[in-house]
């Protein structure tokens, strides 16, 4: 897999090159060569520890219901901004305790919360709880049976 990163990544960015610049001509060609070279040797320095998914097949499910979500997400945060009324929501922080360890699935889970419209993850303390910010917050016991179950589970398969 290894192989196939440092051909896909120069490969990419050598064709982005040439799109973005609008021509073939050789001085282009070389430089964007280099520069895709360059790029993808300054890339693998800076990322020590690599990521090793499997079960990739679960990506999918996840990916579909980070997306209902967060269209069910822009909606609600829609319905409650247009018509607000004086007790409409409640915003609120909650520690949910997470068992994932993986840095790679940590992040994952950190970009769908923070994808989403009306969480914003906040910290993950030393203890491994995760501060989330939540715009809406009616209970916190379904906020935390959500994040576990529905995005912390299915990135451990994918990521531990």
Same mark, same amino acid.
């Given at each position: 897999?290894?192989?196939?990163?440092?051909?896909? &990544?120069?490969?990419?960015?050598?064709? %982005?090159?040439?799109v973005?610049?609008?021509s073939?001509? /050789?001085?282009?060609?070389?430089?964007? %060569?280099?520069?895709?070279?360059?790029?993808?040797?300054?890339?693998?320095? %800076?990322?020590?520890?690599?990521?090793? =998914?499997?079960?990739?097949? $679960? /990506?999918?499910?996840?990916? &579909?219901?980070?997306?209902?979500?967060?269209?069910?997400?822009?909606?609600?945060?829609?319905?409650?901004i247009?018509?607000?009324?004086?007790n409409?929501?409640?915003?609120?922080?909650?520690? !949910?305790?997470?068992t994932?360890?993986?840095?790679?699935?940590?992040?994952?889970?950190?970009? !769908?919360?923070?994808?989403?419209?009306?969480?914003?993850?906040?910290e993950?303390?030393?203890?491994?709880?995760? $501060?989330?910010?939540?715009?809406?917050?009616?209970h #916190?016991?379904?906020?935390? $049976?959500?994040?576990? #179950?529905?995005?912390?589970? =299915?990135l451990? #398969?994918?990521f531990?």
């Amino acid at each position: 897999m290894r192989r196939l990163y440092f051909l896909f &990544l120069p490969t990419f960015l050598f064709v %982005l090159w040439l799109v973005l610049n609008q021509s073939v001509s /050789a001085g282009q060609v070389a430089l964007g %060569l280099a520069l895709a070279l360059w790029f993808t040797w300054a890339a693998s320095r %800076l990322r020590p520890l690599r990521a090793r =998914p499997r079960r990739l097949w $679960k /990506a999918v499910p996840l990916f &579909l219901h980070v997306t209902a979500d967060i269209i069910r997400s822009n909606v609600a945060v829609a319905r409650l901004i247009l018509n607000p009324g004086p007790n409409d929501f409640s915003p609120g922080f909650i520690m !949910i305790p997470l068992t994932m360890r993986d840095p790679h699935g940590l992040a994952m889970l950190a970009c !769908i919360v923070t994808y989403t419209p009306g969480t914003v993850w906040v910290e993950l303390t030393d203890d491994h709880r995760l $501060k989330l910010h939540v715009l809406d917050l009616q209970h #916190e016991g379904d906020w935390i $049976k959500l994040v576990q #179950e529905r995005y912390e589970r =299915p990135l451990m #398969e994918i990521f531990e």
